[in-house]
């Protein structure tokens, strides 16, 4: 256990986090058993190392941070060590990766019942299905989703404020006395383009090439958050990558399912899962129309945020393509979003039509339609800017 100890301790006083992200506030920490979701490269394993910094000292061997990907670990079970820890006397385990045990879910419902003083906070994949797919975890787990940084958490780091985060409606009723406060300190369309580019994922702060990492992160979505927990034969690892590639640059607004299909030599019902993985891997997004749903076809299929557009080299994707993915992408962690009417246009929560532009235009008063307007710092009436929507969490 003391080789954990000391490993924990290194990297509680070697961590790098210069974000505090607002998930550390949201969560009940008095939970017994917390899960964090996120996809990979959203900072996981810093969030929980952050956590453990924020209430806990560094020598304090009530906390302990460990990786499934330990081979002790991987050889005793999770149970089998947290009581290990439980009976040195732990309170809090933090447990990374926690899919890479076969039988996780059963060994934390394990825990939960041998160990009743015992915290313990694990991360997995998006692609996990923490509570539908493992029924034991059914009222003992509280689950979360951690995501790649806003346009406002990027900003904040960039620029040194502390911009705070924004409903929806406030919003929509106070854009202009937002965005005038925010202009004030600083000019956020000055970074809007390299948040684009490359502030979604926490990476970008690392001193390595941003593609390259980029690239590496979304193979290992396809390798192993999907292959390894949808329990996917190696032997179909290439078609599905083929079937991301195709359907993400085949320029068509609505995928072609039937055509898809024979591209790839399989049916339609095995592609519109493969689409549903990718989209739990969070490398893709369904927008289906409004009382539509899976395993229909999707109305449209974007990219699941505007950094994976810059990946497909030599493929250049249309600036308004980038625009809507940004604005889908922020939308979906607390709104819905279905397709409807013209190119642009998006339903939130089943009744507020918004559409993304590029220019702001003249307008009739009594439209019913919000624009989302990229070449525009304050708005008026229903123009409002683009970036602003990168403040809603």
Known sequence: MESFFRTHTY??????????????????????????????????????????????????????????NNFYVQNVGISEFAGEFYHSGGKVLLIDQVFKQPDWSKQLKECHNRYPGLKIVFTGSSVMRLKEENPELNGIVKSYNLR????????????????????????????????????????????????????????????????????????MMIEVDILLIKQIELKYLAKIKQLFYLLTTSGSSVPNI???????????????????????ARLVNMIYSKGDEFPKKPARVLLHNSNLMYSFYPKRF??????????????????????????????????MEFRVTEHATKLKSKSKTTYAVNQLEIGEGNQIPLWLFGFLY
């Open 11 to 68: 990297l509680i006083e070697h961590l790098q986090a210069p974000v505090r992200r607002d998930l550390m506030d949201e969560i009940d920490w008095s939970a017994r058993m917390i899960g964090i979701k996120g996809t990979r490269g959203v900072g996981k394993t810093t969030f929980l190392l952050q956590y453990a910094k924020e209430h806990f000292s560094p020598e304090d061997h009530s906390c302990l941070y460990i990786n499934t």
């Open 148 to 219: 790649g940084f806003s346009f406002r958490e990027f900003l904040n780091l960039k620029t040194g404020n502390k911009f705070h985060s924004y409903t929806l409606d406030e919003i929509i009723d106070n854009h202009r006395e937002i965005a005038q406060n925010i202009i004030e300190q600083t000019h956020p369309r000055d970074f809007f383009k390299d948040y684009l580019h490359h502030g979604f994922y926490p990476f970008f702060l690392e001193n390595s090439n941003y593609s390259e990492n980029l690239l590496k992160t979304m193979n």
């Open 258 to 280: 039937s055509q898809l299909a024979q591209e790839l030599g399989m049916s339609r019902a095995t592609v519109m899962h493969y689409i549903k993985y990718l989209m739990e």
């Open 318 to 351: 249309d600036e308004h393509d980038v625009l809507e993915t940004f604005f889908c992408n922020t939308m979906w962690k607390d709104h819905t979003v279905n397709k409807v009417g013209n190119i642009g246009s998006f339903l939130i929560d089943e009744s």
